[in-house]
Structures are given as structure tokens and as C-alpha cells.
């Protein structure tokens, strides 16, 4: 089974990005974890849409080739940064070519703050509903003060609770994605 993982933040030392590391280091047996990177995507117009830039291919052939999505991301002022928004939005294009439509997708969320990202998590997860993918709405997963739950270069997840949460989190997803 592959998972792809979207990282919202495009910050080199990101705590999203440190729980996407520790993804793919606890991940179940058989489960291959993979990144679509979203920093090259410009800024989403529908003039530049034929044909799409080739990051946005990119990006949607490595949606499309995941068994299950998971979209890990900072709460920007109480929503969704803009970076991926951005991507959400070029990646639903062109129309009826969605690359969100009846996929399997699960929500994460790190933040310094004490909210665990949940503000972000409801909008993206109305987005995800429009855009009728197969969202798992439950299990959460929420990670505040991720600062504190790191090594001291912030790349690893280190806090064994919150270690435990991951690897129950990712189970959940997978079979999510295997009861079709
Ligand atoms: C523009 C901006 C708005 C923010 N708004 C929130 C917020 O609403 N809620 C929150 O918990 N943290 C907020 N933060 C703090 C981020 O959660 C924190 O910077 C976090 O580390 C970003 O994730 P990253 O480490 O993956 O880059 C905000 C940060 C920025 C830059």
C-alpha cells in the first residue's frame, strides 16, 4: 500500500514536516510513505490552467498513484495556509479531472500553539467533503506544542505518546482505505 503525504508548511525546520518524518519511520508493514511536494506550485489562475504547469502534474500523478492521501498542515490564522489551499484548489482542476474525487484522505495537524490545529482541520475538512473525497472524519489527530515534542533540531518526534497516537492514527487510516 502507498500513502502519499502533502505537507502544508513549506518552512525548512517545519513541525509538520517532523511528523511526516516520524510517518514514515513508524509506518505499518507494507505501507510505503511518499511526500507530493507542493513548494514549486505557483499561484493558482485559470489562465495558466492549458496545460497545467508541470509541478501541478507532478503533483497530481503523485496523488493519483496513492492509495490513501493524508494532508499534514499548520493552522494559519484559525484555517488553512495558503500554500495549500493553493495546491487543493490546482489539483481539483481541470473540471472532472479532480484529483480528490472518491479518494481516501485522513487530516493531520502540528502546531506551537495549544489548539492543536483543529480551526484549520474543520475548513479543510468542509473543503474535502466538497470536493467528495472518502474522508475519514474519525480517528483525530491533533499535535499541540509540537516544540515540545521534538528532538533539539525539531526533525523527529520524540514524545512516545505522541509516537503511540501516529502509528494508531495510521492504522486507522489504512483501513479506512481498505473497507471499500
Ligand atoms: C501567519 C501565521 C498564522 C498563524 N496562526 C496560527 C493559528 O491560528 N493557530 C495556531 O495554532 N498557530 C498559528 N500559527 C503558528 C503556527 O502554528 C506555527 O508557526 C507552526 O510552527 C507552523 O507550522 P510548521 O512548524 O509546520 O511550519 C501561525 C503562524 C503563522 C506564520
Known amino acids: 500500500m502507498k500513502l502519499v503525504?502533502?505537507?502544508?508548511s513549506l518552512r525548512e525546520k517545519s513541525f509538520n514536516r517532523a511528523l511526516f518524518n516520524a510517518i514514515q519511520e513508524i509506518a505499518p508493514k507494507?505501507?510505503?510513505?511518499?511526500?507530493?511536494?507542493?513548494?514549486?506550485?505557483?499561484v493558482y489562475n485559470a489562465d495558466n490552467e492549458t496545460p497545467?504547469?508541470?509541478?501541478?502534474?507532478?503533483?497530481k500523478e503523485a496523488l493519483e498513484s496513492a492509495d490513501g492521501i493524508i494532508l499534514i498542515s499548520p493552522e494559519y490564522n484559525r484555517s488553512i495556509p495558503g500554500a495549500l489551499k493553493n495546491a487543493i484548489d490546482w489539483a481539483s482542476r481541470p473540471a472532472k479531472k479532480s484529483s480528490w474525487y472518491q479518494r481516501p484522505v485522513a487530516v493531520m495537524g502540528a502546531t506551537s500553539g495549544s489548539l492543536g490545529t483543529s480551526a484549520m482541520q474543520l475548513h479543510l475538512k468542509g473543503v474535502l467533503a466538497h470536493m467528495g473525497t472518502r474522508l475519514m472524519g474519525f480517528p483525530e489527530f491533533f499535535?499541540?506544542?509540537a516544540n515540545e515534542k521534538l528532538n533539539e533540531d525539531g526533525t523527529v518526534?520524540?514524545?512516545?505518546?505522541?509516537?503511540?497516537?501516529?502509528?494508531?492514527f495510521v492504522e486507522s487510516f489504512v483501513e479506512h482505505i481498505q473497507k471499500r
Open 5 to 8: 503525504c502533502v505537507i502544508g
Open 52 to 59: 497545467l504547469p508541470q509541478s501541478v502534474v507532478a503533483f
Open 30 to 42: 507494507g505501507v510505503e510513505i511518499e511526500e507530493a511536494p507542493i513548494k514549486d506550485i505557483p
Open 157 to 168: 518526534v520524540t514524545d512516545p505518546h505522541t509516537r503511540e497516537k501516529i502509528t494508531s
Open 143 to 145: 499535535m499541540s506544542t
